[in-house]
């Protein structure tokens, strides 16, 4: 029986996952080095420090020092900051608010697992922070994502075994991360990004708990 959902932020809840890559093509214009949606992909998910580090190696003859880097990292939050700064609740993803009172309504558990620093005032800006028993702080998980880490946390915090729960994201790395943990995932998105996960939905408004919780019991027989 299911327990627990657990929910990535950027790109699931809200669509911030859009602003970071905002954010993240003005310090890649701006270093002059190219950046692209399809690449944007590979960073979703995993931490800022590693997603500079994976802008910064496609410009491979420059020389970044560690004070360059903290700097460059600092101004993306910044501009994240900025675009951030203007979201309320009516910027909740088409379905996602239903959801969260249909699982809390069927006693089932909720906790958030993002990468992100900036999610508690993110989940706060949106006024949804009552849905959630557990939000992960990601400063305490030293492996990201796509290891499974962040979402074992949040089993644990939650006390529920792994195989009751299930993970909801929107890149690759989180889904690899969710699969790692012994968790069901449901991905939203592309299927070719997302071909790991067991449920594939193309945006959020797809999902409905009873029809999750039917495919999980389909799942087992
Ligand atoms: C999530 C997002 C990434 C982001 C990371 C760190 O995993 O998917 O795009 O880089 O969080 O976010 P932060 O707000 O701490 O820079
Ligand atoms: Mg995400």
Known sequence: RIKAFVFDLDGVIT??????YQAWSRIASEQGIPFDRDYN????????????EKILERKPDACFTASDKEALAARKNDYY?????TIGPQALLAGIET??????????????????????????RLGIGHFF???????????GKPYPDIYLRAASEL??????????????????????AGMFAIGIGS????????????????????????RIDNQKD
Request: glycine share 6%; net charge negative.
């Open 15 to 20: 669509d911030s996952a859009e602003l970071h």
């Open 81 to 85: 900051k900025e675009l951030i700064g």
């Open 159 to 180: 006390r529920v075994s792994p195989k009751e729960c299930v993970g909801v994201e929107d890149a690759e790395a989180g889904v690899q991360a969710i699969k790692r």
């Open 99 to 124: 959801l969260l009172k249909d699982i809390v309504g069927a006693g089932i558990g909720i906790a958030l697992a993002s990468a992100s620093r900036n999610a508690p005032t993110i989940i706060e």
């Open 41 to 52: 992909e590979l960073l979703k998910g995993i931490s800022r420090m590693e997603s500079l």
């Open 191 to 214: 299927s070719e990004v997302l071909h790991e996960a067991d449920y594939i939905v193309p945006d959020s408004s797809f999902l409905q708990l009873q029809d999750i919780l039917d």
């Open 133 to 143: 028993q557990v939000i992960v702080d990601p400063a305490d998980i030293p492996h």
